[in-house]
């Protein structure tokens, strides 16, 4: 019911900074938490940051905390992820994905639809 699709990804340099799209389709987006979800290499995919329908929680994993920020604009049916102070281990496959029953947002398996996928690398 719902379509995901990524972009914004690129290359940059440590310390850089990077924002994130993610444009919806469908008639849930505005009542689904939504999370960016990414996969480093050679590793399993992990929770970066969620927020919730209306935008007035944010949840963010340690390893990001107050580098990155998600928000959403539901007029835009758009959420972002807003990047600063990139470091090497940031690199990896950013996945966005929405959670239309809104519970366990850091867990990928509650999240029924997924985008793509948006490439970050950071060099240092």
């Known amino acids: 019911q719902v379509q995901l699709v990524e972009s914004g990804g690129g290359l940059v340099q440590a310390g850089d900074s990077l924002r994130l799209s993610c444009a919806a389709s469908?008639?849930?987006?505005?009542?689904?938490?939504m999370a960016w979800f990414r996969r480093a290499p050679g590793k399993e995919r992990e929770y970066v940051a969620a927020i919730s329908p209306s935008g007035g929680n944010t949840y963010y994993a340690d390893s990001v905390k107050g580098r990155f920020t998600i928000s959403r604009d539901n007029a835009k049916n758009s959420v972002y992820l807003q990047m600063n102070s990139l470091k090497p281990e940031d690199t990896a496959v950013y996945f966005c994905g929405a959670n239309p029953r809104g519970s366990y947002y850091w867990r990928e398996e509650a999240y029924d639809y997924w985008g793509q996928g948006t490439q970050v690398t950071v060099s240092s």
């Open positions: 469908g008639r849930t987006f505005s009542s689904s938490t």
